[in-house]
């Protein structure tokens, strides 16, 4: 199979039918269903990202919702109009308060200042073994709500940013979906992907190779923060609000259950964990408030997480990908070794 | 006799405290391009802790490491690494869960591999690269005859067979320097003798420069050109297998005094004594 037509079918044609079965779902679904499928893109975008820091480089961060703040707010202030800028945010630069930037430039400078902000955390953090990096993004997220809070020229402090323009619709989700999926599937199948996994599975022995450790991990703390910066700014201008609180320390181990039981490793594994705890909860909703008891769904999933880790350690999946087109491929090259 | 060139490994006055420990008290040696030299001692004589300060793993109290010319003393295993260092370890350290052929491509990319932008964009040179390092890593694997096996989960491989991963990983970036430490650690006497003469022939037919860390007396005597002895952190002996053989300090390190009138032993009897 030639390189091109390798390209199509595995890249082009899966991108072509989703575009037509979300065109056909715009056609026949109700707002607050095409609201919640707004959501579960996001999620898997999250969750396919944060597994690039934890799946693939074996990290542990909880980080995402700090970046998604930051690339929340960053988004949100960037799109406002400049009229409302200038009245409400006062302290913003008038370099930025006078203009007003289109959507596409806000999502992806909203990723880029979250990616900056892991670079100068991970870039002292990272040096270190063991488990610091998830007790400083830990703090991160709370040091980034304090900046939103204590910043009201800004950020209008604990009001945070309402009415932004709903700009968010199901195409937007779905490019950058699909952008994430293709970012992480380029870079795990990649000469850098393996090196993230080799640092994964042995440090020692990756750096005694002459990989570069602490520059790898902080890229890919970088790369995973960079996607959740621009889901932040997707999210913020679906719900049409950002404040400080909008992404808690929950999210952030919501996001930790999906990569966990989608597999730590697996782009697939991530996705589709995301998209089923996404659409359970949702479903899951009306039936606890029908019985009286709230937050069973949490529990239930609580208990899923931990039956994973006691019976399939390293996820649904582990680092695999359920790959269709492989299977088939290797099995017509053994039919064609064996006449 | 002829004037050797400048040493491509040359370790002088090395020490290493561990606390009030004294691991290593001065060890000298050099290895010439092409040498296979052996770094023998007892156990807890030092030679690991060496080795380890030779490629960068822990940094030395004392002495100085020069490395084709340039000083590497407390330099990271990653910068040796890019110097044209490659070693093994006592330990098998795998990338469990990757492919054979995946570990030793990772080995690779530090001089083959394209950059994140490359990637990223998926542009077509980085596509040739990741090509080139695979058909390179193939290559070294079918060196080491295990091209038959290098789509297999290289955690599932039999311990010989793991080990020559190592080897084929370490051999794939085209060292200038290959350390080997204690390659047979945990083997069988077939698979120390098949594993001897692996590595001889990779030093015959490749020309490469080779340490081995070593306790199998027998083998070391078989395949190095010359040894270097250290015992409870000092140097004891250097010269050629047959030197070292008949070297007595070398014998009562390993055995002790001999007793009075008991026949001549020398350092193989270590293999058979245990």
Sequence with gaps: ?339 | MQISPAPLLKVERLAKNFGGVRALNGIDFALNEGDLVGLIGPNGSGKTTAFNIVTGILKPSEGRITFGGADVTGNAPETNAALGMARTFQNIRLFNDLPVVDNVMVGLHRKRGPGFLATVLGLRAAARAEAEIRQRAMAVLDILGLSGRAAERVGGLPYGDQRKVEFARALASDPRLLLLDEPTAGMNPYETADLGATIARLHRELGITILLVEHDMKMVMGICQRLVVINQGNMLAQGTPAEIRADQRVVEAYLGHGRKGGRQRGPEDVHAVG
């Excluded at chain 1, 945070?160 to 970012?183: D, M, R």
Aim: proline share 5%; charged share 10%; hydrophobic share 55%.
């Design chain 1, 1 to 339: 199979m030639s390189a091109p037509a390798a390209f199509l079918l595995r890249f082009a044609l899966p991108v072509g039918i989703g575009a037509a079965l979300l065109y056909a779902a715009t056609l026949s679904l109700d707002p607050y269903s095409l609201t919640i499928l707004q959501f579960v893109g996001i999620n898997v975008i999250l969750a396919v990202s944060l597994n690039i820091t934890n799946g693939f480089t074996g990290l542990f961060s909880l980080g995402h919702p700090a970046f998604m703040t930051i690339g929340g707010y960053v988004t949100a202030i960037l799109t406002m109009p400049a009229t409302r800028k200038t009245a409400m945010l006062r302290d913003l630069p008038s370099i930025l308060a006078a203009h007003e930037w289109p959507f596409a430039a806000s999502l992806t400078a909203g990723g880029l200042v979250a990616a900056l902000a892991a670079v100068i955390v991970g870039i002292p953090v990272l040096r270190l073994r063991g488990h610091y990096l998830a007790v400083a993004t830990l703090g991160l997220i709370f040091i980034v709500q304090s900046f939103a809070v204590n910043l009201p020229g800004i950020t209008r402090g604990a009001l945070g940013l309402a009415g932004l323009p709903p700009v968010t619709n199901v195409w937007w989700v779905y490019l950058v979906l699909v952008l994430t999926l293709l970012t992480c599937w380029r870079v795990k199948h990649s000469s850098l992907g393996r090196t993230m996994l080799a640092i994964r599975e042995n440090e020692l022995a990756a750096a005694s190779l002459g990989v570069k450790v602490a520059r790898t991990r902080v890229l890919s703390f970088a790369l995973g923060a960079f996607f959740a910066g621009v889901a932040g700014g997707l999210w913020a201008h679906l719900v049409t609000l950002i404040a400080p609180g909008s992404f808690s320390i929950l999210l952030g181990f919501q996001l930790i259950v999906m990569v966990v039981l989608g597999g730590t490793g697996s782009i697939a594994g991530a996705a589709i964990a995301a998209v089923v705890l996404t659409l359970s909860t949702e479903w899951l909703r009306p039936i606890e408030e029908a019985a009286g008891l709230f937050g069973a769904s949490q529990i239930i999933v609580a208990v899923g997480v931990i039956l994973v880790l006691i019976f399939r350690p390293s996820g649904l999946f582990g680092t695999a990908e359920p790959n269709v087109f492989g299977a088939f491929a290797r099995r017509r090259r053994h039919a064609q070794s064996t006449p």
